[in-house]
């Protein structure tokens, strides 16, 4: 009798109508097969096998380098399920226009099978997933960054417990792409892109907005946070998750070199994007990183800011989107080293400074996680790693201050709900606009995020020893316009803090949005920085937040009454301590 799997396998074949299907193991030589089809494709190269053995640049159509949130929509059986911060369509119509996309869309290619695992394999909170694909690259790319193939297959067996999601590239017109999720199927279906997190659907698109889905229906967490541990003297290691919106610097901050390892301060990288977290026996929220890749930005990205990375992307790693020097190199803005001559840029074309920046700036690497000098031990421990501390965080240029600890759960959910930050070139559309991003998961969360927030207040009350929650701002600036705090390996001093205040330590003064470290309470030993600066960094203005106050409830509204009421009285509970804070 055919499995599951093979049903679903066949059903979408009738469909797409390949010319033939290749069910993937996940080998070695299977991938250098996959590389071999993108190399004869033409759009991707092989770079310096000296200098970068194993590593491949890949380049996207020009009208396909990010996610586009405009065209990705939650097909939930009504409007209300999927909320007002999703694009929504209803599942039928959804089936027939993008199925009509669909339909033989694969004549002449071949349909990859491509089993995976999300999370360690040995572990209980992983899950299986299964995408069928006519995209070598995305192959390639899923090989990286799950575990995938045979291990996958072994693990599913004949279950159905899987989740489906059938990608094809169509002729990648942008009136033609639809990424659409069916949360009540757990199914998902992308069309017209190859690229990241519209193309490799273990990522946004299965571990979060339908993992949301799940975690919600069965009491776990499904998270767009990194997973870090702080080493601190004498070796023990403190687990948090924090939560920035994409291309916010959450793969530099899980990498750190922490500019305090001299006193003991170590950072260990357990994951750089997403969280899966279940109520362990220990009474600790227990996360697992169900990602074995880091699917990072690379402009900016260099041995300044992240060596780690830098160490590790020399080998066996696909690049997307970069520019590549006369010694077939990749090479971005932010490397470190100003562009050399005879660049190509990320076009493909000769470079020059007319042109605009040689990578893209969504440019990325694909790199296995495990080729990271700071990999923690414990990366892939099948009962997770416990989590002492939630970090949310944003650009701000203003208002936000370098860190804060919430008062408690609820304020701590509230902290997160009215996150906001300036927009990056990780999605398409404006950059540096401020967009509120509730816990960096506006583009991620499957369903209402009114029922996304009740659901945390609802997991504060059950986990015994619920994470302390922070919001840290390493991008505040002057009146200049010029960054106030160094940020990068500095950003251990904030950690070491939060750390202390985990333990119970660490000087505080109390604000009416919480606390913040008292103006001794950062360790800022071998730091260049001004007490003015320093205050600045900590102050937290009231005509500011007035501002800010108003914009959240301006976004709330939008919820109407599907917002916890918990939601609303931290909103007037803050008001309030502003007023007792500052008397008319
Ligand atoms: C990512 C993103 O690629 O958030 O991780 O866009
Ligand atoms: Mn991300």
Same mark, same amino acid.
């Given at each position: 009798?055919?499995?599951?799997?093979?049903?679903?396998?066949?059903?979408?074949?009738?469909?797409?109508?390949?010319?033939?299907?290749?069910?993937?193991?996940? !080998?070695?030589?299977? #991938?250098?097969?996959?590389?071999?089809?993108?190399?004869?494709?033409?759009?991707?190269?092989?770079?310096?096998?000296?200098?970068? =053995?194993?590593?491949?640049?890949?380049?996207?159509?020009?009208?396909?380098?990010?996610?586009?949130?405009?065209?990705?929509?939650?097909?939930?059986?009504?409007?209300?399920?999927?909320?007002?911060?999703?694009?929504?369509?209803?599942?039928?119509?959804?089936?027939?226009?993008?199925?009509?996309?669909?339909?033989?869309?694969?004549?002449?290619?071949?349909?990859?099978?491509?089993?995976?695992?999300?999370?360690?394999?040995?572990?209980?909170?992983?899950?299986?997933?299964?995408?069928?694909?006519? $995209?070598?690259?995305?192959?390639?790319?899923?090989?990286?960054?799950?575990?995938?193939?045979?291990?996958?297959?072994?693990?599913?067996?004949? !279950?159905?417990?899987?989740?489906?999601?059938?990608?094809?590239?169509?002729?990648?017109?942008?009136?033609?792409?639809? /990424?659409?999720?069916?949360?009540?199927?757990?199914?998902?279906?992308?069309?017209? $892109?190859? #690229?990241?997190?519209?193309?490799?659907?273990?990522?946004?698109?299965?571990?979060?907005?339908?993992?949301?889905?799940?975690?919600?229906?069965?009491?776990?967490?499904?998270?767009?946070?990194?997973?870090?541990?702080?080493?601190?003297?004498?070796?023990?290691?403190?687990?948090?998750?924090? +939560?920035?919106?994409?291309?916010?610097?959450?793969?530099?901050?899980?990498?750190?070199?922490?500019?305090?390892?001299?006193?003991? #301060?170590?950072?260990?990288?357990?994951?750089?994007?997403?969280?899966?977290?279940?109520?362990?026996?220990?009474? #600790?929220?227990?996360?697992?990183?169900?990602?074995?890749?880091?699917?990072?930005?690379?402009?900016?990205?260099?041995?300044?800011?992240?060596?780690?990375?830098?160490?590790?992307?020399?080998?066996?790693?696909?690049?997307?989107?970069?520019?590549?020097?006369?010694?077939?190199?990749?090479?971005?803005?932010?490397?470190?080293?100003?562009?050399?001559?005879?660049?190509?840029?990320?076009?493909?074309?000769?470079?020059?400074?007319?042109?605009?920046?040689?990578?893209? =700036?969504?440019?990325?690497?694909?790199?296995?996680?495990?080729?990271?000098?700071?990999?923690?031990?414990?990366?892939?421990?099948?009962?997770?790693?416990?989590?002492?501390?939630?970090?949310?965080?944003?650009?701000?240029?203003?208002? +936000?201050?370098?860190?804060?600890?919430?008062?408690?759960?609820?304020?701590?959910?509230?902290?997160? +709900?009215?996150?906001?930050?300036?927009?990056?070139?990780?999605?398409?559309?404006?950059?540096?606009?401020?967009? @509120?991003?509730?816990?960096?998961?506006? =583009?991620?969360?499957?369903?209402?995020?009114?029922?996304?927030?009740?659901?945390?207040?609802?997991?504060?009350?059950? /986990?015994?020893?619920?994470?302390?929650?922070?919001?840290?701002?390493?991008?505040?600036?002057?009146?200049?316009?010029?960054?106030?705090?160094?940020?990068?390996?500095?950003?251990? @001093?904030?950690?070491?803090?939060?750390?202390?205040?985990?333990?119970?330590?660490?000087?505080?003064?109390?604000?009416?949005?919480?606390?913040?470290?008292?103006?001794?309470?950062?360790?800022?030993?071998?730091?260049?920085?001004?007490?003015?600066?320093?205050?600045?960094?900590?102050?937290?203005?009231?005509?500011?937040?007035?501002?800010?106050?108003?914009?959240?409830?301006?976004?709330?509204?939008?919820?109407?009454?599907?917002?916890?009421?918990?939601?609303?009285?931290?909103?007037?509970?803050?008001?309030?301590?502003?007023?007792?804070?500052?008397?008319?």
């Amino acid at each position: 009798m055919a499995s599951p799997l093979e049903n679903w396998v066949d059903e979408t074949a009738r469909l797409t109508k390949p010319d033939r299907v290749v069910y993937c193991d996940g !080998s070695e030589a299977e #991938y250098q097969r996959m590389v071999g089809e993108m190399l004869r494709g033409g759009d991707s190269v092989t770079l310096n096998e000296k200098t970068y =053995p194993n590593c491949h640049l890949h380049r996207s159509s020009p009208n396909d380098v990010a996610r586009t949130e405009h065209l990705t929509f939650i097909c939930s059986a009504t409007k209300d399920a999927a909320g007002p911060t999703n694009n929504w369509m209803d599942p039928e119509g959804a089936k027939n226009r993008v199925g009509e996309l669909l339909d033989g869309a694969m004549r002449g290619r071949t349909m990859y099978v491509v089993p995976y695992i999300l999370g360690p394999a040995s572990s209980p909170l992983s899950k299986v997933g299964v995408e069928a694909t006519d $995209s070598p690259y995305v192959v390639a790319s899923m090989r990286i960054m799950s575990r995938m193939g045979k291990v996958a297959t072994e693990r599913l067996g004949s !279950s159905s417990d899987f989740v489906p999601g059938l990608h094809s590239l169509g002729d990648l017109d942008p009136l033609r792409r639809y /990424i659409v999720h069916f949360p009540e199927e757990k199914l998902i279906w992308s069309v017209g $892109s190859g #690229y990241g997190g519209n193309a490799l659907l273990g990522k946004k698109c299965f571990a979060l907005r339908i993992a949301s889905v799940m975690a919600r229906e069965q009491g776990w967490m499904a998270e767009h946070m990194l997973i870090l541990g702080l080493e601190s003297p004498g070796g023990k290691v403190t687990y948090m998750g924090a +939560a920035f919106p994409s291309a916010c610097g959450k793969t530099n901050l899980a990498m750190m070199v922490s500019t305090l390892e001299s006193q003991g #301060y170590r950072v260990w990288t357990v994951g750089d994007d997403i969280a899966w977290m279940k109520i362990a026996e220990d009474g #600790y929220l227990h996360a697992i990183n169900p990602e074995a890749g880091f699917f990072g930005v690379a402009p900016g990205t260099g041995m300044k800011t992240n060596p780690n990375v830098m160490g590790a992307l020399t080998k066996n790693t696909l690049f997307t989107n970069t520019a590549m020097t006369a010694s077939r190199e990749p090479w971005w803005e932010g490397i470190g080293d100003p562009p050399p001559a005879g660049l190509i840029n990320w076009k493909g074309e000769p470079w020059d400074s007319s042109k605009g920046p040689a990578a893209h =700036p969504n440019a990325r690497y694909t790199v296995p996680a495990n080729q990271s000098p700071s990999i923690s031990p414990q990366w892939e421990a099948s009962e997770g790693v416990p989590i002492s501390a939630f970090i949310f965080g944003g650009r701000r240029a203003r208002t +936000a201050p370098l860190v804060y600890e919430s008062f408690d759960w609820q304020h701590g959910v509230f902290v997160g +709900a009215t996150m906001a930050s300036e927009t990056t070139a990780a999605a398409t559309g404006d950059v540096g606009v401020t967009r @509120r991003d509730p816990m960096a998961m506006l =583009p991620f969360c499957g369903y209402n995020m009114a029922d996304y927030f009740s659901h945390w207040l609802a997991m504060g009350k059950k /986990i015994p020893k619920p994470p302390k929650i922070f919001h840290v701002n390493w991008f505040r600036r002057d009146a200049d316009g010029k960054f106030l705090w160094p940020g990068y390996g500095e950003n251990v @001093r904030v950690l070491k803090w939060i750390l202390e205040r985990v333990e119970g330590r660490g000087a505080a003064q109390e604000t009416p949005i919480g606390y913040v470290p008292a103006i001794n309470g950062l360790t800022l030993d071998g730091l260049k920085i001004s007490d003015e600066a320093l205050r600045e960094l900590l102050r937290v203005n009231p005509e500011d937040w007035e501002a800010e106050m108003d914009d959240t409830k301006d976004f709330f509204t939008k919820f109407g009454d599907r917002l916890p009421d918990a939601i609303r009285q931290e909103h007037e509970k803050l008001a309030r301590r502003f007023q007792r804070a500052v008397p008319a």
